[in-house]
């Protein structure tokens, strides 16, 4: 099974830029699905992007055009990088990744805080 860690989050101000990463623990990274998932307070998770093994992308509407997501198999690493960013883009943001029939699994989660 495969175990998650993000990192990148932090305080920006509007309009702002980060870059999430997500490192895997081994290699089967490279056969996952991988997605961005973010939780706002007092609100349900809510899907940012995903990325198949293959590279192919899928967008929330919130997040196209300001986000991209990207994945290195050779580093076991995927990426969201944030552009533009809003207030309304605060939230806990957390890795997930979909190994079929080894398993899924979710990262602790990492905060981002955009001030208006």
């Known amino acids: 099974q495969v175990q998650l860690v993000e990192s990148g989050g932090g305080l920006v101000q509007a309009g702002g830029s980060l870059r999430l990463s997500c490192a895997a623990s081994?290699?089967?990274?490279?056969?996952?699905?991988m997605g961005w998932y973010r939780q706002a307070p007092g609100k349900q998770r809510e899907l940012v992007a995903t990325i198949t093994r293959g590279g192919n992308t899928n967008y929330a509407d919130s997040a196209k055009g300001r986000f991209t997501i990207s994945r290195d198999n050779a580093k076991s690493t995927m990426y969201l990088q944030m552009n533009s960013l809003k207030p309304e883009d605060t939230a806990v943001y957390y890795c997930?990744?979909?190994?079929?029939?080894?398993?899924?699994?979710w990262g602790q989660g990492t905060q981002v805080t955009v001030s208006s």
């Open positions: 997930n990744a979909d190994c079929g029939g080894l398993g899924l699994a």
């Open positions: 081994n290699s089967i990274f490279s056969i996952c699905a």
